[in-house]
């Protein structure tokens, strides 16, 4: 079935950047939303930007400016380029599709996550 692997995450300085990369595996499918949530330590997973199938975006306030969400629809990826980043990014980072294959049905698929560390 279909998989996303994640792939970008690491250790960076505030001020620094990041680009993570979510591409998800299979074919016969149809990606309707793609989204980027995280979860930090002790927090409720949010939803940091969301790219729908029309191409429109939309960010978590705390990060608008800063970050942004874009699509390479030929690889079936979704990247979130990171920028300015602060310690309160800190967080796995994970990808969400939501899909639909044809004749079948609408999916909902996860990232592995992938972990963000931003150091002071």
């Known amino acids: 079935q279909v998989q996303l692997v994640e792939s970008g995450g690491g250790l960076v300085q505030a001020g620094g950047s990041l680009r993570l990369s979510c591409a998800a595996s299979?074919?016969?499918?149809?990606?309707?939303?793609m989204r980027w949530y995280r979860q930090a330590p002790g927090k409720q997973r949010e939803l940091v930007a969301m790219?729908?199938?029309?191409?429109?975006?939309n960010y978590v306030d705390s990060v608008k400016g800063r970050f942004t969400i874009s699509r390479d629809s030929a690889k079936n990826t979704v990247y979130l380029q990171m920028n300015s980043l602060k310690p309160e990014d800190t967080a796995v980072y994970y990808c969400?599709?939501?899909?639909?294959?044809?004749?079948?049905?609408?999916?909902?698929?996860w990232g592995q996550g992938t972990q963000v560390t931003v150091s002071s």
């Open positions: 969400y599709f939501y899909l639909q294959r044809p004749l079948q049905g609408k999916y909902v698929y």
């Open positions: 790219l729908a199938h029309n191409g429109g975006t």
């Open positions: 299979g074919s016969n499918f149809e990606i309707n939303v």
